[in-house]
């Protein structure tokens, strides 16, 4: 089951990399049916496409859900910090990001603390619907690199890998380098090994990206 669910994200990921490429080949392709003038104002649109990288941070608001029965859990406040690249075009982006992240929910009461951490790596693929802001949505997965419930240790537990969708909205600052988002993280795969018990990480991120 690890094995289709690390599959289906890498294909995700794969497919929406060559539908962006077969979209910008596209373009090309019917530009060059067009005047003079039009194709080497898109050849210089196409020169504008750098990609940029940077740092990012900011703040997770974490939680879990379970199928099986209900945790009474509350978000538990936690981070991420990393750095990413982007390849920008006229109405769309690509984003990668890789980060260091801590996750995790308050359950019964908030009576215990689930802290996990992880390194989690996103593809997210961005289209601008009014300048600046942009429609975000990508897979992201996560690699368990530390878990303690209620302070003890039980890592051992878990799955190593966590994977999911991303989905929000993200704006550039004009006249600056900073971006913001806000995004929303639906996880599909259980935290727990033992397949009878169901628990699977969603967060909330705001944060802040930096391009050199």
């Known amino acids: ?7 289906a994200f890498l294909l995700f990921g794969f497919i929406t990399n060559a539908q962006v490429r077969n979209y910008v080949k596209s373009g090309s392709k019917i530009n060059q049916t067009k005047s003079p003038e039009k194709k080497s104002k898109k050849s210089n649109q196409n020169a504008d496409s750098p990609l940029n990288f940077g740092i990012l941070a900011g703040v997770n608001l974490s939680n879990e859900k379970s ?11 936690g981070f991420y910090v990393g750095g990413f690249m982007e390849r920008t075009w006229e109405k769309y982006a690509i984003e990668v990001d890789l980060k260091y992240a801590t996750m995790g929910a308050k359950l019964f009461e908030d009576q215990l603390l689930d802290d996990l951490t992880y ?7 961005k289209i601008k619907i009014i ?8 897979p992201q997965l996560g690699y368990l690199l530390s878990a303690k419930f209620d302070g003890e240790d039980y890592i051992d537990d878990l799955n190593k890998l966590d994977g999911g969708i991303l989905a929000g909205l993200s704006a550039d600052i004009p006249g600056s380098k900073i971006s ?5 993280y639906f996880g599909l795969i259980s935290n727990y090994k033992d397949s009878d018990f169901d628990k ?7 944060g802040l990206n930096y391009s050199f």
């Open 1 to 7: 089951m690890k094995l289709k669910m690390i599959i």
């Open 67 to 77: 199928s099986d029965f209900d945790l009474d859990s509350k978000s538990r406040t």
């Open 119 to 125: 390194i989690q790596l996103a593809s997210i693929f």
């Open 131 to 138: 300048d600046p802001l942009c429609i975000d949505v990508g």
């Open 180 to 184: 913001i988002n806000a995004r929303y």
């Open 200 to 206: 699977k990480n969603n967060a909330i991120s705001i």
